[in-house]
């Protein structure tokens, strides 16, 4: 067993070839390497918790979500953010991408979420240009 970093976790992904751990906490985005625990960078700018990561099935790029309906892409071997996207103000929660990379979903709460998750909610289809 492994340990990634001490501060508190609010979201995490693998990637496909099961080589980065994707952790999320306030404002950013640490890569870990699974196998030597080595941190490998930091993509910051989320301005709030990234609950939600997915990594796109080639593993280049990573998504983020946010509590407050930020949505960030970035291209993981560069460490660089390509896009960012406010969507409208509600949680994004989980983000996925099609099995062809092409197209980013994101789920999202239509407002707070209160049980028995009663506030409906909207799913978000995005085409993924990294030209």
Not at 38 to 47: A, D, N, P, V, Y
């Amino acid at each position: 067993m492994s340990a990634f970093g001490k501060h508190h976790v609010s979201g995490i992904a693998i990637s496909p070839d099961n080589r980065t751990l994707a952790a999320g906490y306030w404002d950013l985005v640490t890569l870990w390497s699974v196998f030597t625990g080595e941190r490998l960078g930091i993509l910051r700018g989320f301005k709030r918790y990234v609950g939600g990561l997915a990594f796109s099935p080639d593993g280049k790029l990573l998504a983020g979500g946010t509590d407050t309906g930020g949505l960030r892409i970035w291209d993981v071997g560069r460490l660089t953010r390509i896009a960012s996207l406010d969507v409208d103000g509600v949680g994004v929660s989980v983000p996925a991408f099609s099995p062809d990379g092409r197209f980013l979903i994101t789920p999202s709460t239509g407002g707070l979420i209160t049980w028995p998750y009663d506030q409906g909610g909207t799913i978000r289809v995005f085409r993924v240009n990294t030209r």
